[in-house]
């Protein structure tokens, strides 16, 4: 059964970025970092520049851009809708958004028990 409720958007900013990021760089793709150099922040590459794991979550498509997550730390979220948006900053020294003088930033929001029965959690 396939279900309505998204894992992940973007806001307006952030579509518009994925676009310009596309028209420059060809296809690309998210990688919502756990932490280490970069915080915790949505990861932009160009396809073949990151290599996903077996154990990696896809968590849905913004704008032709896949989005994925750990599986480690998908556990952890699996209960909130990420929403992908853009601010003023400088971005993660690895993303596609680094010079632009703009940067993802991942908000989010718990899902409501209706739609956590959609997803099939508990």
Known sequence: MKTAVARVLATDSALDMITELRRRYGPIMFFQSGGCCDGSTPMCYQVGEFNLSDSDVYLGNLAGAPFYMGLEQFAYWE????????????????????????????????????????????
């Open 79 to 122: 209960h909130t809708q990420l929403i992908i948006d853009v601010v003023q900053g400088n971005g993660g020294m690895f993303s596609l958004d680094n010079g632009t003088g703009r940067r993802f930033l991942t908000r989010s929001r718990l899902f409501t028990d209706q739609e956590c029965r959609e997803l099939g959690l508990s």
